[in-house]
T-cell receptor, first 110, second 115 residues
Framework: GIQVEQSPPDLILQEGANSTLRCNFS?????LQWFHQNPWGQLINLFY???GTKQNGRLSATTVATERYSLLYISSSQTTDSGVYFC????????????FGRGTSLIVHP | DTAVSQTPKYLVTQMGNDKSIKCEQN?????MYWYKQDSKKFLKIMFS???????INETVPNRFSPKSPDKAHLNLHINSLELGDSAVYFC??????????????FGEGSWLTVV
């Protein structure tokens, strides 16, 4: 099946800093989503982005499908950004089942 | 108003017991899923259910069985619970094969502790 690798595994920031999270995948995809799992365990949809660039406030994401990677940018980080960020992909091979990376654990200190 | 809801949110039970977790979605999706999140936060697919087609992850013990009375519900039944079954179980749903992609939505999770 498709392999999904996220980096870095852990990230510690001071409030106000910017960061880039990366998601590499091993096969072509027709769906890619970024999620934020907050400290209470909720999985929150951030972006549906199988290709191109999207922005939502301080967050933006870019997927370069031909090179099989996606980036999530967090600008001016806040303590509420803490949690785990997951990338999930659906392979174009037809399984339809979203496969998750192992996540990037982000801690933002005040 | 909750799009994907699952109950119970917390469950503490003894080894050997049988338990069920219920899931309902009101999004009109045709595909539902169960994921298990282990202590290292890894989200692993257990089952996918689409229009009576069940796709099972072969690594899931047969003590786990999904039951779908209709396409808005996918319940998870677990027999003979073991300590290693302690985890967070997430239900999710999507619209499979949609041209705009099958964006997946998650419930809030069910924290299972086996003692």
């Amino acid at each position: 099946g498709i392999q999904v690798e996220q980096s870095p595994p852990d990230l510690i920031l001071q409030e106000g800093a910017n960061s880039t999270l990366r998601c590499n995948f091993s096969d072509s995809v027709n769906n890619l989503q970024w999620f934020h799992q907050n400290p209470w365990g909720q999985l929150i949809n951030l972006f549906y982005i199988p290709s191109g660039t999207k922005q939502n406030g301080r967050l933006s994401a870019t997927t370069v499908a031909t090179e099989r990677y996606s980036l999530l940018y967090i600008s001016s980080s806040q303590t509420t950004d803490s949690g785990v960020y997951f990338c999930a992909v659906v392979s174009s091979g037809g399984s339809y089942i979203p496969t998750f990376g192992r996540g990037t654990s982000l801690i933002v200190h005040p | 108003d909750t799009a994907v809801s699952q109950t119970p949110k917390y469950l503490v039970t003894q080894m050997g017991n049988d338990k069920s977790i219920k899931c309902e979605q009101n999004l009109g999706h045709d595909t539902m899923y169960w994921y298990k999140q282990d202590s290292k936060k890894f989200l692993k697919i257990m089952f996918s259910y689409n229009n009576k087609e069940l796709i099972i992850n072969e690594t899931v013990p047969n003590r786990f069985s999904p039951k779908s009375p209709d396409k808005a519900h996918l319940n998870l039944h677990i027999n003979s619970l073991e300590l290693g079954d302690s985890a967070v179980y997430f239900c999710a749903s999507s619209h499979r094969g949609r041209a705009s992609g099958n964006t997946i939505y998650f419930g809030e999770g069910s924290w299972l502790t086996v003692v």
